[in-house]
């Protein structure tokens, strides 16, 4: 038998049990003594306070068992929620995320229908269920003023405990006209008595109701759960893999809480999709939740399918004629249906009446600028959550002055980053197609446009003029969001930070051209150029400018740098996003240039010296043309990562924001992600005007036959006259023959040779002008989407706040 003992120079060997004897007795005598001394303050202790609530919290939620001679699900929430109704709320702010997020998005909604007097009755009605200890309703007052803009508000939750603590807190706040109702949820009625003011009463009752972690807690899905959903709104953040799903149903199973996705399910079925937002917890492992914001479905009048009609006329420019006996008109159209041109959102809104499904989300929204688009497709994920460009690469004072843009102009321009696209619309021509195929650029396009309608000219400089804004996320959920489509939504409520992180220098260093401008920007840096290049973005003359350029130049242009990174191909798609065809066509030009055996093409020295003499071509032209610290303010951004007061584009004028600002401004802007083909073929003919296609034909294949379909499609949709401005990395694009051939008249009206500048972004080697001069053949048009036609069998589900 082993023993401890320990020694002293008066004491004996004493056994180390002795010592715990001793030291629980002294632990006990503190603890009675501090109880005394306690019990004796004058003041009581708040055990609803400091660590007694999350001892409590610990104790509900881990410890203590289930009472079982309960009867029914109220029995079974005051199990759970008695001992720790009076600390619910403080150890909730952290644990279930969300809520104020909710609240902002509802209450955003709220405003602008009361500024387009869509709640005509006055004041709103709101349900909060299962709304607990009241917590939402209070925290309303930081979006809505609850006591004026509301007229009654209900909070109906199940549970006594946490009903008592909600009556108690609205005696403090002496809010009246909330009323606190403990009943189940599923038989709660909007009273009809003489309490409630007719006249306030919604048409179609309520005006709001709210369900924070009621209805179904954290509906756990995997991407498969959704992939064949359009009604959705977006399928951005709802993955949790499989450990995810596992842990987190087996961790909340314990309290009885069910994640399965059923009950979400079900409420994108039910109701229509405006907002939808799939988020995590991070501090507290990553738990997910959801938040959800719908509106009916389901009508019994004729407006929604109507809306739709009108709706799919302003997509594809067709002509929209309000019929006078519609039942006649439609079986009419019915019969017509194979020569009628439908946009996919039309055609996928039939599909979804005929199934009794929400439409997708894109037709609830207050705005119907974005047009429907499936996100899972791969055409759309191969872009991953980035866009390309966080700005325009080219010159608009160009393009107005080669197409002196009119009112009466139908134009169809590709998205990139949207900055042309608002220059383009501050001329109001009828109407822009906005067109591309990944998706981000189009949700940058729509938080520009959703700016402008919901900001001042300050927060629109803060956000696109400097990149950064600190209160962005705050804007986004309380003012942006009634403005932005459910995709855009998610998008930007994920890359918040973007705007609102302290390093970097926000905005203009994302998306994936970042890689070229953050690596020049780290050249001077190692090479000590920092101070040039400031005075290079002060200087005031062109004089001044170009005695500054040689220091920079040398290191900028020094061939070596080109031979090792700029000539190499990774740099020129990852970071510059020039695609090999691109690439290809700018050493096809060097190699007729300068005479050389096109065998020698694939040598990487020729190739590289090709790349690096259009980079000289492209810069040293322009420092000796364009003043970059007034003018140019393409370069200005590259260098400083922001804008300046003087030099930015006009879309960040307060002129073009009165302009851009003002109702209907973007009635006429329509934004498409999808191929420039798949749009054209779906406009009707003989309807646009004008069509900047940039350099993106750049991207085709000489070998392919992509080319001579998009021409020919191009001259199927353009009006007589009508013209096509494009940009090309050659001086000779080999696709123009593709254009004369097809009814166009080819016309080159700018050149970049050596020494020149075209313009203030000088990129591109050529710009060129289409002009269509005769009709190509249409070819039949397929009869395959007959079956998709709107007839009367269709059944009669429409929008509930649809309005074009």
Known sequence: MLSSSVAGPFWGPVD??????????????????????????????????????????????????????????????????????????????????????????????????????????????????GGGTGYNIEAMSAFLPVQEFFSHVYLVDFSPSLCEVARQRFERLGWKNVRVICQDART?????????????????????????????????????????????????????????????????????????????????????????????????????????????????????????????????ESPYLAPANHRKEMETAVENSTQEIRSKAYETAVINLSSNLPLPSSFYQNHHHRIFYDDLLPKHTQFGNEYIYAFNWEDPRVDHRLLDIKRDDVILAITSAGDNILDYLQKSPRRVHAV???????????????????????DMWKIFGEGKHSDFRNLLISRLSPHLSSQAFQYWLEHSHVFTSSSGKGLYETGGSRHAIKMVRYLFKVFGLQGQVQQLCEAQTLAEQRKIWPRIRSVLLSKPLHWAVVGTEWFAWKAAGVPRNQRNMIVDDFFKRNGLNRDMKQAKDVSGQSIWEYVVDTLDPLIQETLISNDNYFYFLCLQGQFSRRCHPAYLSPKAHVKLSSPGAFDGLRIHTDEINEVIKRITPRSLTIAVVMDSMDWFDPEGSEAAIQAQKLNHALKMGGRILLRSASIDPWYI???????????????????????????????????????????????AMSALSLDNSTPRNSVEHLEI
């Not at 009625?189 to 179609?204: E, H, Q, V, W, Y």
């Not at 396009?445 to 700016?451: D, G």
């Not at 289409?770 to 053949?777: D, N």
């Open 188 to 316: 709660f009625r909007l009273p009809d008595d003489d309490k409630i003011d007719p006249g306030s009463r919604s048409s179609t009752g309520a005006d709001l109701a709210t369900m924070s972690y009621s209805l179904s807690m954290i509906p756990v899905q995997s991407i498969v759960d959704v992939s064949s959903r359009n009604y959705t709104g977006g399928a951005f953040n709802r993955h949790v893999n499989w450990l995810g799903r596992v842990f987190w149903r087996a961790w909340f199973d314990v309290d009885r809480v069910s994640l399965e996705a059923a009950r979400r399910d079900y409420l994108e079925y039910r109701f229509g999709t405006v907002i939808s937002a799939s988020e995590r917890n991070y501090l507290l492992g990553g738990i997910p939740y959801y938040i959800f914001v719908g509106c009916q479905k389901d009508s019994t009048t004729y407006s929604g399918r109507e809306a739709i009609e009108k709706l799919n006329a302003s997509f594809t």
């Open 16 to 129: 180390w049990l002795h010592i715990y004897i001793a030291g629980t007795a002294f632990l006990v005598c503190g603890f009675v003594a501090l109880i005394i001394i306690l019990s004796s303050q004058k003041r009581k202790i708040d055990y609803n306070s400091g660590v007694f609530t999350y001892l409590k919290f610990i104790y509900a939620t881990f410890l203590k068992p289930h009472e079982r001679h309960g009867n029914g699900q109220q029995d079974a929430l005051e199990s759970f929620y008695k001992t720790q109704a009076g600390v619910y709320d403080a150890t909730r702010k952290r644990l279930l995320c969300g809520r104020e997020d909710m609240l902002g998005l509802a209450a955003a909604q709220l405003k602008h229908k009361v500024e387009r007097k869509e709640l005509k009755s006055g004041k709103a009605i709101w349900v909060d269920i």
């Open 436 to 458: 591309d195929l990944n998706p981000n650029q189009n949700h940058l396009l729509e938080l520009k446009v959703a700016s402008f309608m919901a900001l001042g000219h300050r």
């Open 737 to 783: 023959r593709h254009f004369e051939q097809n009814g166009f008249s080819a016309r080159r009206v700018g050149a970049r040779f050596p020494g020149t500048c075209i313009d203030r972004v000088n990129m591109y080697a050529s710009t060129w002008i289409c002009t269509k001069t005769q009709e190509h053949e249409r070819p039949t048009p397929s009869r």
